[in-house]
């Protein structure tokens, strides 16, 4: 009887000891140095191995956890090395890798195991060492890769990815593109070394161009803003026969246009000494220290540094957008040099939050 049972014991322990066996596909994958390859899953990743590191460097991409960028390390390897990747429902997937020559065409640049939960295009595509290459997508751009990184270099601004190509770039390549809705785009490239190209993924929405401070885009807003008519009448200081005011407050994309009327009622020149603009406490309480934060203007224009006797002006300033708390106040100082005509122009956080838009959408 306890040899019977001994038995069964010793039966059942090697039953549990005995690991599940599953089997599990392995797909083979081929990459070259001049391009690189995205797996796309259902879900996002937890966890990724990699058989030969100096071989291969495979990892989540950050804006879009479901995807992995996977590059070659080295090449022309012709060893072999695998891949696995685990994702956050325990789902597994392994790959075979090898290298694939450079003049071979890639007939799988994008691996898909998403089932089609999102969509996903491959175009084609010319690029120029001479010029910049611009292409626009129908939703905001939040990631963007090129094949060879010595080669092609990448900027993105809202709906708008614009390549550099470098002289010597490799004939062929590819970059990889992701959306905000999460939409994925292949483009295969080819230099060219004569033309330059602008590419529109979807007629139906506008380009949205690039703003920086030295852009023509700039300068084109500061031309609209030129041909605006005041707007704010209720926000000014004078003080000896001098005058500060607001004319006009409007926000185009990443910055914000303050736009000030500036008048000397005198016969005496105003040279600015300077201009700060800074956040400053709204009340100070007692025995406490108000705390002041700088905001630097970005950009200035039409701005004269001598206001002549009997004569008036327009300045504008350029920020980074900005809202500030009700609690706070945002200030303009005008210093006069050698004089005592300080200007001090306090914007309250209801004037910045009901700035226009430079350009408004047509109905």
Known sequence: MLFGLLCCLSASAQETETPRKEAITQKDIRISFDYVKHLVFPVQVSDIAIGKENLILAERVEEAPHIVRLSAQAEDFEEETNLTVVCIDGSVYTYHVT???GDKTDTCPVIYEDNGKWQHHDYRAEVSDLHVTEFFFPEDVVYGTP??????????YNNQLKVITAPDAVAYSNLFVIDKDMNTYHITIRR??????????????????????????????????????RNIFSLGVIKN????????????NDFMFFVFDVR????????????KCFQRDLKKSKNAIQQETAIDPVYLKDFETKIKGKSRNRLILGFQKFTIPDDKVFEIEMYERNG???MKLAVFNEYILSAEPLYKERP
């Open 241 to 252: 026969k001098f005058e500060l005011s607001m004319a006009n407050l409007y926000v185009h």
């Open 99 to 101: 290298y694939q020559s």
């Open 192 to 229: 060219n070394e004569t033309a330059s190209y602008t590419y529109n993924f979807d007629n139906a929405r506008q380009y949205t161009a690039h703003v920086d401070v030295n852009s023509q885009e700039m300068e084109k807003c500061i031309r609209e803003l030129r041909t605006k008519e």
């Open 340 to 342: 005592g005509r300080h």
């Open 264 to 275: 000397n009622n005198s016969h005496i020149d105003y040279d600015i000494e300077f201009v």
């Open 147 to 156: 094949g060879n990184e010595m080669s092609f270099s990448l900027s993105t």
